[in-house]
């Protein structure tokens, strides 16, 4: 009742008021197809209640009407016939591309239910609604109004068979079970936009839509699909309202805030993704303020002869735009050009009443231009001719033929009869259309589960090179639903190669720089990569070098970095191993001098046996810096600093010694003398102190020894011996500072007893020395950066050794050598008197 009820609404504006009447034809038949189309593309609809007239009356679409009544026509006359016996009929409305007027016009189309109460829900709700009159629709053009005539079809489970809307919200088969179309959805297109935007290297994009399911669900779409580019940008995405194309004043302060965005923007393509009523306000505004621009027209408005024929179309810029798949209804323009065959129908004589045929005057080459640009004093079948486009025809044509294959399969036709009468219902029809599966001419079309054919897109360019002759639509290319693109190549590289856009945006990047956005806007400018990364320039990102190389001056790519460590070939290695192979001899040939003379009172004055142990400790001392030199290792980096330590605070123990039997043989204070002969225990001596030595390195290489390590510098990787446990490491230090300095305390003060080989006052030099150096070298040690902290290293541990070997033992084999005259006991005994007479103590000769 409800749908009769508004039905009976409407029906007062059966005629639409002002100069143009609501168009429809009608022709019988046994199987009757119902055609809606928006002949008048506009009406003066606005808030306030009142008459409605249709407006925009375009020819393109008036055309769409024919091709319907055409292919029924060849179908019907058709031999063999595709439908023996059986007659079609048409029943086509102008629905001026609204919605009310759409759905009074559908429900028209559903009239000889049986009786008023039909319309509400039957009791049973599986049982079916008496059936309709038409079996079938064919149309909308435009997805919002599709969407609406969906849901009133649905309710009689007759097939809507849209020729043009590609909304992919129409694919939602439980909102629109009945839906079916000859066109590719929205899904594809929006994905043939995007790849044509990366195809061209087009880097910044803006979206223009309209507030409907058409335009708001395409430049989601879009939207979604250009982000998934990742390196597109899209400046701005604006929503047109329903009213823009009225002339309002707010459809005027839109329109001037939209020309407002275009002048500032950066965009290198625009996307139009509205209808052509729209898109021609929007180019007539970009002619008159010359924003040249390049446009990606969609499926609406790719081919519209209204907007590519306006005055100074180039100055709006270039034009690439989507089509359906092109191709020419078999015989139709021949049909237009030999004045329609004699054929009738009520839209047509309509259409002959607004533009009537020029007589004799085809060859009129202005009348011929006037007609292009829609003469209203008459039309030149040649002229009219012009006007069939090869897309949406071709898909109204396509449409005719999947209803007759459907028809034939539910019917069982073959060329001579149909076993089946014309009397079945509409949902049988629609099983047997979506099932289809078959060829027309070249196309092959079948649909899937959305109700979508496997059908792709054409590209088109607007060719406005030749300003004397009427602009062309070139087809440039053609995209796939599997996601195939393919445009001429020479297009292809001209548009990549483009170093900038034309609003001084870097597309492109010379190698070792990156693009960066400005001012949060989408304009990219080419920036220098930072220190340790690199680019091969065009669109790619600055990126990080690899740890173990670092990035060119030019930061176009990336080289290997230098491993240093202190080298065998390297000048400041050759000194210092001179000075450490010098340091070996001599402490062998002293090793030998002291074997030879081991007798002798200067052998026995050093400690006698302990200088066999102080000298091996010191050739230990001499081949341990060996192990700082080369390319670290686990081995070499354990062996260096502990191994010393242990040796130095052997070699210390062992003058340690030596100094307390000096001390205890001219000790003549009884308590002290008692105290220090206790402690003239050399073996035992040795043995604690360079045992608690012992005991600090052992840990120190058992838990954290020290190892191998990379220190990365920017052009460097730096390998040196990290001492593991700093503290360790410390101790040792520390304990053989301690060391020299107690040795250093026993021989100063040793330095005033008969000593005739200067033993005390040599050791006191010899371990200010050894402190003097490592107090140095720490700080200098620590600040060191480079191959060459292992080099002062080295040079510590060869002084320290040298202080020893030039200062404590030189001078006792020099005198064994040079001065053997001292090297007895006479000798001794002499100095020793002497030194105590000197004094005025008396001294007894044993």
């Not at 219902?425 to 629609?430: K, M, V, Y």
Request: charged share 20%.
């Amino acid at each position: 009742m409800f749908w009769f009820k508004l039905f009976f609404v409407m029906s007062i504006f059966c005629l639409c008021s002002g100069e143009n009447v609501f168009l429809h034809a009608y022709s019988p038949g046994d199987i009757i197809i119902g055609g809606l189309f928006p002949i008048h593309l506009n009406t003066n609809r606005t808030t306030t209640p009142g008459p409605i007239s249709c407006t925009a009356y375009d020819i393109k679409i008036f055309l769409h009407t024919q091709v319907l009544i055409y292919a029924i026509r060849e179908i019907n006359r058709g031999t063999p016939r595709a439908l023996p016996n059986i007659t079609i009929g048409y029943d086509i409305y102008d629905t001026c591309g609204d919605v009310t007027l759409a759905i009074r016009a559908t429900l028209k189309l559903l009239e000889n239910q049986s009786h008023p109460q039909s319309c509400l829900m039957p009791v049973n709700i599986q049982s079916a609604l008496p059936e309709p009159r038409t079996k079938v629709v064919i149309g909308e053009r435009f997805s919002e109004v599709s969407i609406a005539v969906a849901r009133v079809v649905a309710l009689s489970s007759v097939a809507q068979i849209s020729h043009a809307s590609t909304s992919e919200l129409l694919s939602k088969k439980l909102k629109f079970p009945t839906f079916l179309r000859t066109v590719s959805s929205d899904e594809y297109q929006t994905k043939a936009i995007a790849e044509l935007v990366k195809k061209f290297n087009w880097k910044t994009v803006a979206i223009i839509g309209s507030d409907d399911e058409y335009g708001k669900y395409g430049s989601d779409r879009l939207r979604d699909n250009l982000i998934k580019m990742k390196d597109i940008c899209i400046e701005f995405i604006d929503i047109l309202p329903g009213y823009f194309s009225k002339n309002t004043p707010q459809a005027i302060k839109k329109l001037e805030n939209m020309v407002s965005k275009l002048k500032n923007s950066s965009a290198e393509a625009i996307v139009l993704f509205t209808k052509a009523s729209n898109v021609a306000i929007i180019i007539k505004k970009a002619i008159q303020y010359n924003i040249k621009r390049t446009w990606i027209a969609s499926d609406t408005w790719s081919t519209s002869s209204k907007i590519s024929a306006m005055r100074d179309i180039e100055k709006a810029g270039q034009v690439f735009g989507f089509i359906f798949k092109k191709n020419e209804v078999p015989g139709f323009k021949d049909y237009v050009m030999s004045m329609f065959s004699g054929t009738t129908n009520t839209i047509l004589e309509h259409y002959l009443t607004k533009y009537p045929f020029c007589s004799g005057q085809s060859k009129d080459n202005n009348l011929f231009t006037n007609c292009q640009r829609g003469s209203k004093r008459c039309l030149d079948p040649s002229c009219l001719a012009s006007y069939i486009d090869q897309d949406e025809s071709y898909s109204l044509y396509l449409a005719v033929q999947v209803i007759v294959e459907g028809l034939r399969r539910l019917l069982k036709c073959n060329n001579q009869q149909c076993q089946r009468s014309a009397k079945f219902t509409a949902s049988e029809l629609l099983m047997e259309i979506r099932r289809v599966n078959f060829t027309v001419d070249t196309t092959h079309i079948f649909f899937d589960s959305h109700g979508d054919p496997s059908l792709g897109y054409d590209i088109v360019y607007w060719n406005m090179t030749q300003s004397m002759q009427p602009m062309r639509i070139e087809t440039i290319g053609e995209y796939w639903p599997n996601g195939k693109i393919h445009v001429p190549d020479d297009l292809v590289k001209k548009m990549r190669t483009e170093m900038e856009s034309a609003y001084h945006c870097s597309k492109k990047c010379k190698p070792g720089q990156e693009l960066k956005k400005q001012d949060g806007r989408c304009c990219y400018r080419c920036v220098s990569c930072l220190e340790g990364d690199f680019s091969l320039g065009d669109r790619g990102e600055c990126k990080p070098c690899s740890t173990d190389q670092y990035s060119s001056q030019e930061r176009n790519k990336c080289l290997n970095k230098t491993i240093v460590f202190l080298a065998w070939k390297d000048p400041f290695t050759v000194i210092l191993s001179s000075f450490a192979v010098l340091g070996i001899i001599i402490t062998v040939a002293f090793a030998v001098l002291f074997t030879i003379y081991r007798s002798t009172p200067v052998v026995k004055a050093v400690g006698g046996y302990l200088c066999f142990l102080e000298l091996f400790s010191l050739l230990a001392c001499f081949c341990l810096t060996f192990s700082f030199i080369g390319k670290p290792t686990k081995a070499s980096c354990m062996l260096g600093l502990p191994l010393f330590g242990i040796a130095f605070s052997l070699c210390i123990s062992c003058i340690l010694a030596n100094l307390l039997q000096i001390l205890v043989g001219f000790s003549f204070d009884l308590e002290i003398g008692s105290w220090l002969k206790r402690l003239n225990q050399p073996v035992a001596l040795v043995a604690i102190i360079s045992g608690i030595q012992l005991a600090l390195c052992v840990p120190w290489l058992y838990f954290n020894h020290p190892y191998p390590k990379e220190e990365r510098a920017i052009k460097t990787i730096l390998l040196h011996c990290h001492k593991g446990s700093i503290a360790f490491f410390i101790a040792m230090l520390c304990y053989n500072a301690l060391l020299a300095f107690i040795c250093f305390l026993f021989a100063f003060k040793g330095k005033q007893l008969p000593d005739l080989y200067k033993n005390a006052s040599l050791i006191t030099i010899s371990m200010l020395l050894f402190l003097i150096i490592w107090i140095v070298f720490t700080p200098v040690y620590i600040s060191s950066i480079g191959k060459y902290e292992q080099a002062i290293e080295i040079a510590a541990i060869l002084i320290s050794t040298y202080s020893i070997l030039v200062c404590h033992l030189a001078p006792k084999c020099y005198i064994m050598v040079f001065k053997k005259e001292i090297n007895n006991e006479n000798a001794i005994t002499e100095y020793i008197r002497k030194h105590y007479e000197q004094k005025g103590i008396s001294v007894v000769k044993s």
